[in-house]
């Protein structure tokens, strides 16, 4: 599934490697197919990343219309809860399916880094159980060391983007892989989606010199094939990424070195009170302190508080 617009799904086609005639073959190119959801699958949702079976007219001619049957199992779901001002339904929302990576797109200034979506982001990545990696934007505006110095204690792998500079070590990250770009709106993402991907044409936005945020732009996630193998999925700028569905032993089970130490921990312990025991096991010298500092940060960002 590439595209999912009010109730049309936009699926690629990529049979196997056909033989016979010069028009069997072209039968059987990639293609593009639209379809609607057959009336069996119910309220079963489906996102871009999915992989379905269709039914019906798959000739992606124009107004041909296919139906989704199936959706097949997925490898993993990307999550986020609607705790914002825009949702306040509390509904729990799937972004994309069959991710194998994250990159969290955020930009060193205009707007200013906000660590605490950052955090949520990762947290979300945790749960999906795929891979993250920060992108940093606007270097020239603003050096990364401080902000990757907040993330190595969990070993989070980063690519700096220059202003004209080359991407080749974001597409070395990127290649063979299906990344979902996630980031709010204002950080350049649909500017590298663009670069990376020529004839995406994701419309690009500016960032209000009052607020500091930019524009929704992206309106609906996309599926698009790079050049060099892999896919990226690009999303709609977010200014928020809730966590209502998210436990706190996921958040811990990112914390291998950390998990001994909750042993002694009082029971239903959330990890941030004083009676916690993970601060003796740190001062013991079973972990280094700012990892237990970044648990922490990762917790207290499971709330409903605003990600500024």
Known sequence: ????????????????RAKGSAAKRRQQEPRLVVAMKARELGRKGIVVGDRVALVGDVSGEPDSLARVVRVEPRTSMLRRSADDTEDTDGIERPVVANADQLVIVTALADPQPRPRMIDRILVAAFDAEIDALLCLTKSDLAPPDDLVALYEPLGVEH???HKGGTLDELRAHLTGRISVLVGHSGVGKSTLVNALVPDANRAVSQVNAVTGRGRHTSTSAVALALPEGGWIIDTPGVRSF??????????????????EGTVHCP?????????CALDD?????????TRLESL????????????D
């Open 1 to 16: 599934m590439v595209a999912v617009d009010r109730g049309r799904y936009t699926t690629l086609i990529e049979p196997e």
């Open 159 to 161: 690519v700096v983007v």
């Open 242 to 259: 809730g966590l209502a569905h998210v436990s706190v032993e996921t958040v811990l089970a990112g914390f291998p070195d950390l998990i």
């Open 267 to 275: 029971k239903g312990c959330t990890h941030l009170a004083a009676e």
């Open 281 to 289: 096991w740190v001062r013991q010298g079973h972990a280094d302190p």
């Open 296 to 307: 922490r940060r990762l917790l207290a960002s499971r709330d409903g508080t605003p990600d």
